[in-house]
């Protein structure tokens, strides 16, 4: 095998994957992973509730992987402004796209613009101290709807219902609690347009719900219908089977008088975000099956009084410069991972993660997507012009053009600054959240890293 050099854009869990593979597969690659952010791991860092340091438990894999020999981390490079893929094309054998999805998926709903409705993923990125987000958040309502029946839609029920102080044994930096300490909430109301054995948590998130002695889990039957398409779904599934038992025992279970409740309201479909210039309320439309596991409306309505609506329906990618776009399905158009632009394959380009197959699936399941995008590039290799350039070339142009760009060693050195900060107030981490400051901490000395922790 001829020296490889690849270059892949986004050092998320699909991107760090990709890179980890292919150094695997052949022995003389050598890649460069690319993000946009200062930090690495993507969703894993900006994407997961704080209170879930289990999931993020993935960060140490990821850093075994990047922290290898022949890969080399480069961060607060922003793929269509401070590069293209022209120059990326003149200076690697071949370029792997993992960019993720940040976006929120809209919702095609009356008033759903209004004052006081949100995007989940911008609350996601607000409380998980995403440097490009504002810094605070409004949290003036006391009753609030989320509409979803996935696991982000839990988090943010969960963010929303549990006290602030519960969240300082978490990373969330100072802003976030200050924020969460201000918030008004009392009720959150989760809608699903579907029944127990359709939704999309998964078993042990769910579970975590009521995890909080400040939080009443309140479920009633209205909604808790089962016809035979979900009978067979909890049948052919453990987890659906776990989720379903653990809605029952929410059912079941009295409440206990916390000052915070989350109500889940199974079989309604929202159809109008009410209210003038503000949200003052939600109209949903009781749904009943058809037989075939699907619903439909019944033409009896209802109206909640919510101050604040947030759509949890899915994350959605954003189109990337110079590369084509499926607006309907918010990826790019491939096969097995090659790029494929007016019908055929664009040379030396691919793709993985959610920006390939669409923002579903858990972390795991990008391992196998990422296997199949470097077959695919490594069985292209002979055929792929070698570059003119080499990456070490193409940095010295980025920072001759001002791209204050980031190398692994300074990662190591901002996490290891909030490693310190954390555990001057007894906690793993406390995050840092402006890409200046970022920057700093992670070029700053021994010296001056432990006097500012």
Same mark, same amino acid.
């Given at each position: ?20 593979? +292919? ?9 460069? &992973?690319?993000?946009?952010? %200062? ?74 613009d209004k004052k006081g409705s949100h995007g989940a993923a911008d609350f996601v990125s607000w ?10 958040? %409004?949290l003036d309502a006391e009753s609030v709807a989320v509409i979803g029946a996935g696991n982000v ?6 963010? +929303? ?26 009720? &959150? ?83 109008? &975000? ?11 439309? &009781? ?32 189109? +990337?410069?110079? +590369? ?17 632009? @007016?019908?055929? %394959? ?44 080499? %990456? ?16 692994? @060693? ?9 490693m310190a900060l954390g555990e001057a107030e007894g906690r793993e981490r406390i995050k840092v ?21």
């Amino acid at each position: 095998m001829r020296p490889v050099k690849v270059a892949v854009i986004g050092a998320g869990p699909a991107g760090i994957y990709a890179a980890d593979i +292919l150094t695997k597969e052949h022995e003389s690659a050598t890649v460069d &992973v690319y993000d946009r952010l %200062p930090a690495p791991y993507g969703l894993v860092r900006y994407g997961v509730a704080p209170d879930h340091p289990r999931i993020k438990e993935i960060v140490k894999a990821l850093r075994r992987v990047l922290s290898g020999d022949r890969l080399r981390f480069i961060g607060n490079v922003d793929f269509g402004t401070d590069i293209t893929f022209e120059q990326l094309r003149k200076h690697y054998d071949a370029v792997v796209f993992a960019t993720g999805a940040m976006a929120d998926r809209p919702l095609d709903i009356p008033g759903i613009d209004k004052k006081g409705s949100h995007g989940a993923a911008d609350f996601v990125s607000w409380y998980d101290g995403h440097p490009d987000v504002p810094r605070e958040w %409004p949290l003036d309502a006391e009753s609030v709807a989320v509409i979803g029946a996935g696991n982000v839609a839990l988090d943010v029920a969960r963010m +929303l219902a549990k006290p602030a102080d519960e969240q300082l044994t978490t990373e969330i930096p100072a802003n976030v609690y200050e924020g969460l300490k201000a918030n008004r909430v009392k009720d &959150v109301h989760v809608f699903a347009r579907r029944g127990p054995a359709h939704l999309k948590f998964s078993p042990m998130e769910f579970r975590e719900l009521s995890h909080s002695p400040s939080v009443d889990v309140v479920m009633t039957e209205e909604g808790f219908e089962i016809d035979d398409a979900g009978q067979a779904a909890i049948q052919a599934a453990k987890s659906t089977k776990l989720v379903v038992d653990t809605l029952l025992k929410y059912l079941e279970k009295e409440p206990t008088g916390a000052p915070h409740r989350i109500h889940l309201h199974l079989m309604q479909a929202p159809v109008e &975000v009410l209210g003038d210039e503000s949200v003052t309320g939600l109209r949903t439309e &009781v749904m009943q099956y058809n037989g075939d596991g699907t619903v439909s409306g019944t033409g009896e309505f209802k109206e909640w009084d919510v101050q604040a609506v947030y759509r949890a329906v899915g994350y959605l990618s954003s189109p +990337l410069e110079g +590369l084509p776009f499926d607006h309907a399905t918010g990826t790019i158009p491939h096969e097995a991972g090659r790029v494929i632009e @007016d019908g055929a %394959p664009k040379e030396a380009a691919y793709v993985t993660g959610w920006i390939k197959r669409g923002p579903v699936g858990l972390i795991g399941h990008t391992k196998s997507d990422a296997k199949e995008t470097i077959e695919s590039l490594m069985a292209d290799l002979e055929a792929l012009p070698a570059p003119a350039g080499s %990456p070490d070339e193409l940095l010295a142009e980025l920072r001759a053009a001002g791209v204050d760009l980031t190398l692994f @060693d300074e990662w190591e050195r901002l996490d290891a600054h909030e490693m310190a900060l954390g555990e001057a107030e007894g906690r793993e981490r406390i995050k840092v959240v402006s890409r200046e400051d970022m920057i700093a901490a992670g070029r700053a000395t021994a010296a001056e890293a432990a006097a500012t922790a």
